[in-house]
């Protein structure tokens, strides 16, 4: 497996960086190729394996896949089996969002349950609760979830879904069914996320007729079919605050982040600037610097547009440098302070009290060997590599590159000194 080594520095950071399409919009859109039988184009799509795992899963269901980053085709096949297998689903828990598509364009889907993983249990009751409104039958057996449309594997109804808790997979999996049931659907309580406006803007281009996607309250018009489309991605607004978020690392810092868009990060921003981190908007990029020293800010994530849980490790890495205590409170999983205790070998003074991390801040981090079974915390680790002393080597980086394309390459972009070390440990 390979290894990323960051020799870290006092010396600021200077340069460019990129900013990439969205992870978590290209996924669901992908999905949604499956509800027409036309060919669809996606453009900007990052290269990472959670796409790759996508397509993987499509072809599976008898589509034809063209990756050639950034851009994939999707050619309808024939889908004899409207099934996701364990050995695609374990990949990736976003492989359940084939489930909505499969059931609204086949009248049945065999899927497998996609299982917990390193941050939490990760249930999926709210997207089977949705589905049953939508007249669907869902057993569970040995693993899968099966799921048949109404009357044996007819058309989906039109209905009203309300969510206990906003679920930003479960909005996508439903708004994906009730663009192909009968009549109107409104899902209450809705995530409100900007992938989830983007997937509104997809299910509009294909025919359905989609209203409030990014509100809580969403409306949809099925159609009878689907027509395909060609589209480019968002860009990554947790890619582009992880960047920024290293780009305030080192005093005297100033990064240019090209293709982040800051109303997609207000939450994020606002912190920033409460910890006397420069952010100025330009254009279609963002600045990011720092002049003076950090300042301690507290936070509690939060469905969207509160601040985002896949920020919370890059944020509580930058407070481990600043002058005085930060609480952060992680209020969406269960689990997600596994870079906690990799970040206290690094010199961090980090207190975790249940779902409450109390970060006070020190002069400097050490470099060591660390690694972390979280994407984001993955990607934190390294983070902390650029101001910590020494080097930093961060292990299992399969991790960060689901979901952050050329990370190595990026960084350099930045001034940072990093190099990736193929099959550095077995
Ligand atoms: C999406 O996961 C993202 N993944 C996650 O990003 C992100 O952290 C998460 O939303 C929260 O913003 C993709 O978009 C592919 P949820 P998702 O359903 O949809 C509970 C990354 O790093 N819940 O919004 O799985 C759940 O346990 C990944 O890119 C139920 O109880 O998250 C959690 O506490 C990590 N029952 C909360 O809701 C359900 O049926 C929010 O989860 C569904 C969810």
New binding site residues.
């Given amino acids: 497996m390979d290894a990323i080594l960051i020799k870290g520095s006092t010396e600021p950071l200077r340069g460019t960086v990129r900013i990439s399409g969205a ?2 919009a290209a ?1 669901p859109i992908l999905c949604a190729t499956l509800l027409s039988d036309g060919a669809s184009r996606l453009r900007n799509v990052p290269k990472l394996r959670d796409i790759d795992t996508t397509a993987a899963l499509l072809r599976f269901l008898g589509r034809n896949v063209v990756v050639d980053a950034p851009e994939i085709t999707v050619d309808p096949g024939s889908c004899s089996r409207p099934e996701a297998p364990y050995e695609l689903v374990k990949q990736m ?2 492989s359940v969002l084939v489930l909505g598509p499969l059931v609204a364009r086949y009248g049945r889907a065999k899927v497998s349950l996609p299982g917990g993983c390193a ?9 089977l609760k949705g589905l049953e409104a939508m007249g669907c039958t869902i057993h569970l057996d040995r693993g899968y979830v099966f799921a048949e449309g109404p009357d044996g594997g007819g058309r989906l109804r039109g209905a009203e879904v309300v969510f206990d ?6 909005t996508e999996n439903i708004m994906m069914a009730a663009a192909l049931a009968r009549g109107r659907s409104t899902i209450v309580n809705c ?1 409100r ?1 900007p ?1 989830i406006e983007e997937l509104g803007r997809i299910l509009n281009k294909m025919g359905a007729v989609v209203d409030g996607a990014g509100t809580d309250v969403i409306h949809i018009e099925g159609a009878s079919e689907l027509a395909p489309f060609d589209h480019a991605i968002i860009p990554d607004r ?1 890619e582009a605050g992880t960047y920024m978020v290293a780009a305030a690392m080192i005093e005297g810092s100033d990064v240019l982040i090209e293709g982040a868009e800051l109303h997609d990060l207000e939450a994020l921003v606002a912190k920033l600037r409460m910890a006397n981190v420069n952010v100025t908007s330009e254009g279609r990029n963002v600045r990011v610097g720092r002049t003076g020293p950090l300042k301690p800010v507290n936070i509690t994530t939060g469905p969207h547009p509160g601040f ?3 920020m919370q490790a890059q944020l509580m890495v930058l407070m481990c440098l600043a002058r005085g205590e930060s609480v952060i409170s992680e209020t ?2 269960e689990n997600r302070f596994m870079h906690v205790p990799e970040l206290q070998r690094m010199g961090a003074d980090i207190v975790l009290r249940g779902h409450v991390a109390v970060v006070n801040g020190v002069d400097e981090l050490y470099g060591a060997s660390v690694m972390a079974t979280d ?2 915390a993955s990607a934190s680790l390294v983070v902390a590599g650029i101001a910590a002393r020494e080097e930093t080597e961060v292990r299992r980086v399969y991790h960060i590159d689901r ?1 952050y394309e050329r990370i190595e390459e990026k960084f350099k972009g930045m001034g940072v000194n990093i190099e990736r070390v193929v099959g550095a440990h077995s």
């Avoid at 941050?119 to 997207?127: E, L, N, Y």
Wanted: charged share 25%; glycine share 10%.
């Fill in positions: 992870k978590n996924l828990r976003a941050i939490g249990a990760r249930p999926i009751d709210q997207h808790m906003p679920t930003v997979t479960g995530a996320e992938e947790i985002p849980t896949d969406i999983f994407l984001r979901g």
